[in-house]
């Protein structure tokens, strides 16, 4: 039987607190190295589904798009699952679907190869979904606010560093046509990820960390937090205009976030034929250093800021948007050289041609304002909902984002067939449609406060109804 385990009352500032969080670490770790070759090798997947054609865009448009239409569909189960079961056994239940269904992609064949590339990544999303909901409230659960930005970026620093490295291991092997060996290899990568879940793991104690009120009454006495959601509750919190254009902007933002990732590299690869090593390669030397500044080098700052008031949250949100639909536009505007074979695998090629140092330093912009996204977008939803709240918003709001992140590569896919493959108009109309969630999160600025305001009112209330039960017991 799991055990539930009393929280270890620390300096908020003490690098204690975060360390205690590796197994998380190392999950998202694993879970993130294992699926970031899909974006990076659409082109040479393409090759082995239809050996010889060129990039079926479409194709692989609708392949992602069922794969994250899954994430989001499964993030609402588990989510749900999640204020009931073990949270330690759920991500046990995540991670070995996961590595199930890279394991059974290795072993794909003709004919039926798209098919099966299909069924594959949907089972792989149905485990992904998970994985989201789980860690987000273990850390509403475990991780004080005052550090919050700090484990989230330490977080995003762990996802963002092992998605480059997944890159870069999966463009090797796929493009030495070693991918029976990728998927077997992703699948025993989280297969040791599920084996740590289940010996190190821990199950916080459940709100312990949503308010100073309810810590002190739920560390220092056996009570327990027995809230439910309420439709009275539901009305007030999650139905409130903050949550509602959080949900919304979601969508949008996702959007935007995906016909980044998924057009950057076809178009570098299959327009310009630098190879998946070296785009990998450019993608270490200049992503790893902006993922080091976006998501841990400011996390202390928002952290800091967000003491003085949320509404800093939500100007760096505003900020990293608006700065990523810059990046992107930039990257299809620069005159980048079309190589030929002979330089297409060397990555020191990038070093010749200046404009290639020029793509690096946008790929280090998108990768640090992505970072500030993250570290930013998570504590607010935290901080305008409920304890018991926290699954369902964690789930839903992926649900929401993986619903825009589907769409994107499916519209860019389309996109691209229509207008002859013009990146930079797919790019530009589909980064237009994302747009929209500026104007809603500047929106939401005007009644953040008081959502902030009323969540507090009501575990204060709460934390004197436990403490008066525990003293009447």
Known sequence: MDTVTAPVIRSSESPANIRRFWPVFFIEACMRIAIAGLMLNTVGLSNVIWPGDPFHSLEFGF?????????????????????????????????????AGKILNGFASQPWMFVEFIICYTIVGAGEGGIAPIIFSIANDDCHASYRSRFFGVLEGTRQVSVIIGMFVSAFLIDADLWHVY??????????????????????????????????????????????????????????????????????TWILFSVAIYL??????????????????????????????????FSRLSDKLAKKSIKARINMIVFSILTIFIVVIGMFLIPMPVLDPAQSGDPSIFFLYPVF???????????????????NQNPVLQAINLPEAQRFISSANQFLENIGYGIGPLLAGIFLTMN?????????????????????????????????????????YRAKEIADKSTTT
């Open 63 to 99: 392949i992602i798009s069922a794969k994250l239409t899954m994430v989001s569909v499964m993030g609402m189960v588990f989510g749900t699952l999640a204020d009931h079961v073990s949270r330690k056994r759920l991500m046990v239940v995540a991670l070995s679907i996961m590595a």
């Open 183 to 252: 998927f077997f290899a992703m699948g025993m990568i989280l297969i040791a990820a599920c084996i740590v879940a289940a010996v190190f793991l821990k199950e916080p104690k459940r709100a312990v960390e949503a308010h100073e009120s309810l810590k002190q009454v739920l560390t220092k006495t056996s009570a327990n937090y027995t809230y439910h959601l309420t439709p009275e509750t539901v009305k007030s919190t999650i139905m409130s205009r903050t949550n509602v254009l959080a949900f919304v902007e979601g969508i949008f």
């Open 264 to 297: 950057i590299y076809p178009y570098v690869q299959d327009v310009k034929h630098v190879s998946a090593v070296s785009t990998s390669t450019l993608m270490f030397v200049f992503g790893l250093p902006g993922v080091l500044i976006g998501a841990v080098g």
């Open 357 to 375: 140092l020029v793509f690096g330093a946008l790929v280090f912009g998108l990768r640090a304002m992505l970072g500030i996204y993250h570290i």
């Open 420 to 460: 002859g493959n013009n990146y930079f108009l797919t790019a530009l109309i589909s980064l237009l449609i994302g747009l929209p969630s500026v104007t809603m999160w500047l929106f939401a600025k005007r009644w953040i406060d008081g959502d902030v305001r009323r969540i507090k009112d009501i575990l204060e």
